[in-house]
C-alpha cells in the first residue's frame, strides 16, 4: 500500500530539494523513537529523525507496552528521497523488532507537511523540517494508565511525557503518530566561542567535515551609532581545523569603533544561521541600556521569558517580561494584566512608531487555554470599533506570545494562524531580546510579524 500519495511523495521531494547542495555532507542519522505494542505489533507513537546531527549514543528502553530507543546511522545517504519514502511506507526496521507508522484516519494515506523554515524566517537557525502524522491514538487520550505502567518499570518514569522527553521526540497533538524529520544545517556559528570585545571580533564556525569551504560565506552587518556597513567574507579566508567529528573555522579581526556586529553564515548563497555580537562596554539601544541598569546581565528577562511555570504569580511575571521586551524593541506599550478592575481587556497593547498596533495576550500554557484565542480576536475586535468609529484606521494585527516551544503547541499553531492570530513562541522571543542590542526599530519587526502571518496564508493557499 502506497501510504503516501501524490502529496506525501511531493512533499519529500521539495524537502530534499531544499537541502541539495549540501546532502553529500550528511554523513550521519540520528533517530529517536518512541513505540506502543497493539495486539502483539509495534506502533509508532512518536519520533524524530535528524540528518546531519551530531554523534548519538545508542541506548533503549522497553517493557512490555513500551518501546523507547535513540540510536544513528552513517553513510549511504546518496538518494536521501527514495530511503525516506522507503521508510515511511515500510516502517522503521530494528534487529528485534519491526515499527510501522498507522496511516491518517482521514483516509489510507500519512498527512505530511513540509516547511522549509522550521520555527519561522526570524529564527536563528533556518533548519528545514517534515512533519508526518498517521492514525491518532484516541484510546491515549489520557495517559494515566501509561503512567502508572512506567512507574511500576526496570528503570521508573514518572509519566509517559517524562519518557518522550528524555527521549527528545514531541507529541503536539497529544494523541501520538506523529514524526519529524529534520534537515539540519551543516554549518552555524559557535555562538560561545565567538565575541565582539575591546575592540577585536572573533568569529567561530562549526561545520561538517563535508562542505567545500569555498561556498561557506560569513556576511556582516556593523554598527556604529547611526551607521551601518555590509559586507561578506569568504569561507577561505577563515583558518580550519579538525574538530572532533566536525570541522572548525576561526575568522579575526580588529574593530575599534565597532558596538554590535550581526553575523550571518551562509552555504552556496543559502543561509544557514545567524547570530548577534556585541560589545558588553557599549550600548546602542538606550531602552535596554536603562533596563540593564537594574537587570545587567539580561538574566532576569531571559529566565522570565524562556520558563514555563505554572502559579499564577509567574505567569503575571511572563505578562511583565513581554511588555519591557516590546518596550525595549521601541514599542510603545499600555498594559492591562496587571489590573483586576480590567479584566475583560487584553494583556497588552503597543504601537509601532508608524502607527501599527498590535494586541497582545501572553500565555505560560498552551494557546487554546481559557479560550484565549477566541477573547484575543474578540477584544481586537473591539477595538478596532471603537478607533473606526473616530475614523481612524490603523493596521491592527492581534498576537499571542507563548512561553513554550514550536513542538509544544503543535496543532494550537494552525488554529491560531488560521484566524489571523500571530504567535511568538519561546524561540522567537529569545531571538527578539537578542535583537535590543541595536537601535530599537519596531516598524521592522511590525512588518516581520505581519509577514509571517502573510506568509502561512500562501502556504496554505499552495
Given at each position: 500500500m502506497d501510504l503516501l500519495g501524490e502529496?506525501?511523495?511531493?512533499?519529500?521531494?521539495?524537502?530534499?530539494?531544499?537541502?541539495?547542495?549540501?546532502?553529500?555532507a550528511y554523513d550521519r542519522v540520528g533517530i529517536s523513537v518512541v513505540a506502543l505494542k497493539q495486539s502483539g505489533d509495534w506502533y509508532l507513537y512518536a519520533a524524530r529523525i535528524g540528518f546531519g546531527s551530531l554523534p548519538v549514543s545508542p541506548r533503549s528502553f522497553e517493557t512490555s507496552k513500551v518501546f523507547a530507543a535513540s540510536f544513528e546511522l552513517v553513510g549511504g545517504f546518496e538518494d536521501p528521497s527514495d530511503w525516506l519514502k522507503n521508510l515511511l511506507s515500510v516502517g522503521i526496521?530494528?534487529?528485534?523488532?519491526?515499527?510501522?507508522?498507522?496511516?491518517?484516519?482521514?483516509?489510507?494515506?500519512?498527512?505530511?507537511?513540509?516547511?522549509e523554515y522550521d520555527r519561522g524566517p526570524?529564527?536563528?537557525?533556518?533548519?528545514?523540517?517534515?512533519?508526518?502524522?498517521?492514525?491518532?491514538?484516541?484510546?491515549?487520550?489520557?495517559?494515566?494508565?501509561?503512567?502508572?505502567?512506567?512507574?511500576?518499570?526496570d528503570e521508573p518514569?514518572?509519566?509517559?511525557?517524562?519518557?518522550?522527553?528524555?527521549?527528545?521526540?514531541?507529541?503536539?497533538?497529544?494523541?501520538?503518530?506523529y514524526l519529524e524529520i529534520f534537515a539540519n544545517v551543516p554549518c552555524v556559528i559557535d555562538r560561545p566561542s565567538s565575541s565582539l570585545s575591546s575592540g577585536r571580533s572573533v568569529?567561530?564556525?562549526?561545520c561538517?567535515?563535508?562542505?567545500?569551504?569555498?561556498?561557506?560565506?560569513?556576511?556582516?552587518?556593523?554598527?556604529d551609532h547611526q551607521s551601518v556597513q555590509r559586507r561578506s567574507i569568504s569561507g577561505a579566508?577563515?583558518?580550519?581545523?579538525?574538530?572532533?567529528?566536525?570541522?572548525?573555522?576561526?575568522?579575526?579581526?580588529?574593530?575599534?569603533?565597532?558596538?554590535?556586529?550581526?553575523?550571518?553564515?551562509?552555504?552556496?548563497?543559502?543561509?544557514?544561521?545567524h547570530v548577534w555580537l556585541s560589545d558588553p562596554d557599549r550600548s546602542l539601544n538606550v531602552r535596554r541600556g536603562i533596563h540593564s541598569t537594574f537587570d545587567p546581565r539580561l538574566e532576569l528577562i531571559q529566565n522570565m521569558l524562556s520558563k514555563s511555570p505554572e502559579s499564577r504569580q509567574d505567569s503575571r511575571e511572563f505578562e511583565a517580561a513581554i511588555g519591557w521586551l516590546f518596550w525595549m524593541l521601541g514599542f510603545n506599550p499600555i498594559a492591562w494584566h496587571a489590573s483586576k478592575r480590567l479584566s475583560d481587556a487584553p494583556d497588552l497593547v503597543v504601537q509601532s512608531d508608524d502607527g501599527r498596533i498590535l494586541v497582545v495576550e501572553a500565555t505560560i500554557g498552551t494557546l487554546k487555554q481559557e479560550n484565549k484565542l477566541p477573547l484575543l480576536l474578540e477584544r481586537t475586535q473591539r477595538i478596532r470599533q471603537a478607533l473606526e468609529s473616530v475614523n481612524v484606521r490603523p493596521t491592527i494585527v492581534p498576537i499571542i506570545c507563548t512561553a513554550l516551544e514550536d513542538d509544544a503547541i503543535g496543532i494550537d499553531l494552525e488554529a491560531a494562524q488560521s484566524l489571523g492570530i500571530g504567535v511568538l513562541s519561546a524561540p522567537t522571543l529569545s531571538s527578539l531580546l537578542s535583537r535590543t542590542i541595536v537601535f530599537p526599530n519596531s516598524n521592522a519587526v511590525m512588518t516581520e510579524i505581519e509577514a509571517a502571518l502573510q506568509n502561512w496564508r500562501e502556504r496554505r493557499q499552495d
Open positions: 502529496r506525501g511523495n511531493r512533499d519529500i521531494d521539495s524537502f530534499c530539494e531544499h537541502s541539495s547542495s549540501w546532502w553529500h526496521s530494528l534487529p528485534d523488532r519491526h515499527i510501522e507508522m498507522r496511516p491518517s484516519e482521514r483516509g489510507d494515506r500519512l498527512s505530511t507537511h513540509f516547511v526570524s529564527a536563528d537557525t533556518k533548519s528545514a523540517v517534515l512533519r508526518v502524522h498517521g492514525s491518532r491514538f484516541e484510546q491515549l487520550e489520557s495517559k494515566d494508565a501509561l503512567d502508572i505502567h512506567l512507574m511500576a518499570a518514569f514518572a509519566s509517559f511525557q517524562e519518557l518522550l522527553n528524555e527521549y527528545s521526540v514531541a507529541d503536539p497533538g497529544g494523541s501520538g503518530n568569529i567561530v564556525l562549526n561538517l567535515p563535508g562542505l567545500d569551504v569555498e561556498k561557506i560565506k560569513i556576511g556582516l552587518q556593523i554598527f579566508r577563515l583558518s580550519w581545523a579538525p574538530a572532533d567529528t566536525l570541522k572548525r573555522g576561526t575568522f579575526i579581526e580588529e574593530a575599534p569603533s565597532t558596538s554590535v556586529v550581526r553575523v550571518f553564515v551562509s552555504y552556496a548563497d543559502e543561509l544557514m544561521n
